[in-house]
Nanobody, 126 residues
Framework: QVQLLESGGGLVQAGGSLRLSCAASGRTFSRYPMGWFRQAPGKEREFVAAINWSGISTYYADSVKGRFTISRDNAKNTVYLRMNSLKPEDTAVYYC???????????????????WGQGTQVTVSS
């Protein structure tokens, strides 16, 4: 069982920055690919970023590439999402997710992740 707890969301002006954190329980966290997804009101959940177990490989949605950075600290069982140059269209609930299959492949779709946090709200004002 994996429990995930996001934090760091809030209200920020366009052009500003936030860093989201996702603290995970479980001794095998370091073996899991991790992802960040987001869901805006009236829209489907969408992929934002993902990272492999070691942190060497990262993947991004085109809409956030160059602005967001995913990273992880396995010693702290935590994955981060640094968000710069935020835009109003980045407003959403952000979720972190874990793939406990210990796959070497990093997924970029929701069904590939089996544990989810409760989400943290990010609101970007124009």
């Amino acid at each position: 069982q994996v429990q995930l707890l996001e934090s760091g969301g809030g209200l920020v002006q366009a052009g500003g920055s936030l860093r989201l954190s996702c603290a995970a329980s479980g001794r095998t966290f370091s073996r899991y690919p991790m992802g960040w997804f987001r869901q805006a009101p009236g829209k489907e959940r969408e992929f934002v970023a993902a990272i492999n177990w070691s942190g060497i490989s990262t993947y991004y949605a085109d809409s956030v590439k160059g602005r967001f950075t995913i990273s992880r600290d396995n010693a702290k069982n935590t994955v981060y999402l640094r968000m710069n140059s935020l835009k109003p269209e980045d407003t959403a609930v952000y979720y972190c997710a874990a793939d406990s299959s210990r796959s070497l492949r990093v997924g970029m779709s929701s069904p590939e992740y089996d544990f989810w946090g409760q989400g943290t709200q990010v609101t970007v004002s124009s």
